[in-house]
Nanobody, 131 residues
């Protein structure tokens, strides 16, 4: 059974940092793509950072480029998102999503993160950034 569990959300002031982790069980990450999405109240879910692990491609949305970083812990089978220089507009519920399809991997390569394409989702973790 594929399971994704996020952790690490919380409240910070603008300029602060948080690290979100996505623990995967029931599968190994090598053949999957993992993407972090976020959703603010009243807004659509948007992809902020995606990683096609099988070919190593990482994609960051322009809004987070240079501030957010994806990294992986092979022992713990986790993918984490280090978020620095946080802004109030970064607030929302953050979800990690995974899929093994070629469509998802190809989307990451061309910078298209469509939540509809992802088959596995975590429960989400809240990030609050105060100004």
């Amino acid at each position: 059974q594929v399971l994704l569990v996020e952790s690490g959300g919380g409240s910070v002031q603008a300029g602060g940092s948080l690290r979100l982790s996505c623990a995967a069980s029931g599968f190994t990450l090598d053949d999957y793509a993992i993407t972090w999405f976020r959703q603010a109240p009243g807004k659509e879910r948007e992809g902020v950072a995606g990683w096609s692990i099988s070919d190593g491609t990482k994609y960051y949305a322009d809004s987070v480029k240079g501030r957010f970083t994806l990294f992986r812990d092979n022992v713990k089978n986790t993918v984490s998102l280090q978020m620095n220089s946080l802004r109030p507009e970064d607030a929302g519920v953050y979800y990690c999503a995974a899929d093994e399809s070629y469509r998802v991997a190809a989307g990451i390569i061309r910078g298209s993160l469509n939540p509809i394409d992802y088959g596995y989702w975590g429960q989400g973790t809240q990030v609050t950034v105060s100004s």
